[in-house]
């Protein structure tokens, strides 16, 4: 369960890597059977965005037959950048409003459940976000708003302004920084938090080696801790995760899930995969049930390996370069 009431699936399911961010697309049809076979397997959640290229349309087609039985989350507030030139926060209102109406028909549906703002104009403040969301909702266009990589003030004057049912930002085994503030500040509202790449983009699946390259177009290719230099100490924190997911039967993937489950009762990761069978895997993490032991051992885990390197490209900061912009307003 988020907040606001919204209920979804104990795991959802990312549909981004589906067309963007890890290099080719998957051919259309294998990526509308993933995503059918995500919701025949009992998720509820599919969350995609705008500027994922074509995702919102693949989304929309897939889960055009089971649309009322499905929680469909998508965001605002980034530009489609044209080649070569940086995406832009932008949300101003008439923008807001341009882009729910483009979501709308790419989804093939007439409300969004779900609607986060991707990540924080420092231009525009939360109240006049919230606000715009406030009438969309009375409109019936929008059922629940939410945030993404928001700092915390912001999310205290957005929520005062119309209840948030959840914040998504990263949160994993390998960046655990929502631990500090934000998550005892979400216990306090009564917001639900949708971790994203909880499976570190592919870092906590034991595939990832220091010698990995990835291709042109993947993310990867460019993010610190992905550089062969800081995957040699990387990989170490994924040998003891191996180790232990071993000895509970488990992959290390699902123990990844299974941990961030195990954080609080309102927390619902959204691994991506383009492989139907993975999701069979990922989804049983919400069968696994931890004793203390077992939490310590991961805590220990955890605590042994320094993880290297920053999660964003070097002067793609926006993330936290956003938040802070933001909070001073
Ligand atoms: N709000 C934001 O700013 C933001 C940013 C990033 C992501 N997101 C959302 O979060 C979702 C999840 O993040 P993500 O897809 O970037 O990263 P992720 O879920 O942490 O990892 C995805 C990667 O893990 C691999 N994988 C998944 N399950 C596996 C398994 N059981 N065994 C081995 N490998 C496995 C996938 O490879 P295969 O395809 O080969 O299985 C894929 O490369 C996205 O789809 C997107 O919807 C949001």
Known sequence: MLGAGLEVSAVGFGCMGLTHSYGASTPHDDAIKVIRHAYERGVTLFDTAVVYEDNEVLVGEA???????????????????????????????????????????????????????????????????????????????VKHFGLSEPGLNTIRRAHAELPLAAIESEYSMWWREPEEQLLPLLDELGIGFVPFAPLGRGFLTGNITADTKFEAGDVRSIVPRFSSDALKTNVKLVDLL???????????????????????????????????????????????EFTDDDRQQLADALAAVEVQGHRYPPGSLRARAGREAAEKK
Request: hydrophobic share 40%; glycine share 4%; charged share 25%.
């Open 242 to 288: 191996k180790t232990i997911a071993e000895s509970k039967g488990l992959s290390v993937p699902q123990l990844a899930l299974a941990w961030l489950l195990d954080q609080k009762p309102w927390i619902v990761p959204i691994p991506g995969t383009t492989k139907a069978h993975r999701i069979n895997e990922n989804i049983l993490a919400s069968e696994v």
């Open 63 to 141: 889960l055009a037959p089971f649309r009322s039985e499905v929680v469909i989350a998508t965001k605002f507030g980034l530009t489609q950048p044209a080649a070569g030139e940086p995406q832009m926060e932008d949300s101003r209102p008439e923008a807001i409003r341009a882009s729910v109406e483009s979501s709308l028909k790419f989804l093939r549906t007439d409300y969004i459940d779900l609607l986060y703002q991707h990540r924080v104009d420092p231009n525009v403040p939360i109240e006049d976000v919230a606000g715009t969301v406030k009438d969309l909702i009375a409109e019936g266009k």
